[in-house]
Structures are given as C-alpha cells and as structure tokens.
Nanobody, 124 residues
Framework: QLQLVESGGGLVQPGGSLRLSCAASGSTFDYYAINWFRQAPGKEREGVSCISSSGGYTAYADSVKGRFTISRDNAANTVYLHMNSLGPEDTAIYYC?????????????????WGQGTQVTVSS
C-alpha cells in the first residue's frame, strides 16, 4: 500500500510559479512511476506529467510542455512539479498518482494509488 500526500497548492497571480510536492509512504517508492493529473471544474481529469521510477524519463502534456518540470528525490520519497508561467487555464485540483512499474519510461496509465489532491488557483 502506497500513501500519497500532495502539498504546495494555493492562489497565484497569472505569470507566477508554484512548486507542488507529492510525498509517498508505506511502500517502496522506487518501484513506482509517479504521475500528475489535474481536474478543473466541469472538465475531465487530464494527465499533466509523469516521471519513471528512476527519474530518467519524463513526459508532459502539450498544454504544459515548456512551463512545467517534474522531478523526483527517491531518497526523500518525494516527487515535485515545478510550474512556471501559470495562467487561469491551469486552475484545477492537482493529484499525484502512482503506477507500479520499474520500466524506464512512463505514460500516465496503470494507476493504482491516488493522492487526495491540492488546489491550484491562478487569478489576479
């Protein structure tokens, strides 16, 4: 059983930055690829980014490519999502999610554990 807890959300002005954290516990963190999803009011959940279990492979949705960066610290059992140049379209609840795999890639599928989410609001 892997527990995931997100933090770092909040209110930020357009053009600003935030760093989200996803802290894991309860199982061997190194065995999981970690994904970030988001869901805005009235919209379907959207895959944002993922990072392989070793951290050597990352992937991004086109809507965030060049603005968001995912990273992980396996010693600290934590994944980060650095978000820059935020706009109102980035307003959503952001969730981290885990995929049990040690393959050297990720594709935001095969989710077995979810966090509770953290709200990000981009507004002036």
């Amino acid at each position: 059983q892997l527990q995931l807890v997100e933090s770092g959300g909040g209110l930020v002005q357009p053009g600003g930055s935030l760093r989200l954290s996803c802290a894991a516990s309860g199982s061997t963190f190194d065995y999981y690829a970690i994904n970030w999803f988001r869901q805005a009011p009235g919209k379907e959940r959207e895959g944002v980014s993922c990072i392989s279990s070793s951290g050597g492979y990352t992937a991004y949705a086109d809507s965030v490519k060049g603005r968001f960066t995912i990273s992980r610290d396996n010693a600290a059992n934590t994944v980060y999502l650095h978000m820059n140049s935020l706009g109102p379209e980035d307003t959503a609840i952001y969730y981290c999610a885990a995929t049990p795999t040690v393959q050297p890639m990720c594709d935001m599928t095969g989710i077995t554990y979810w966090g509770q989410g953290t709200q990000v609001t981009v507004s002036s």
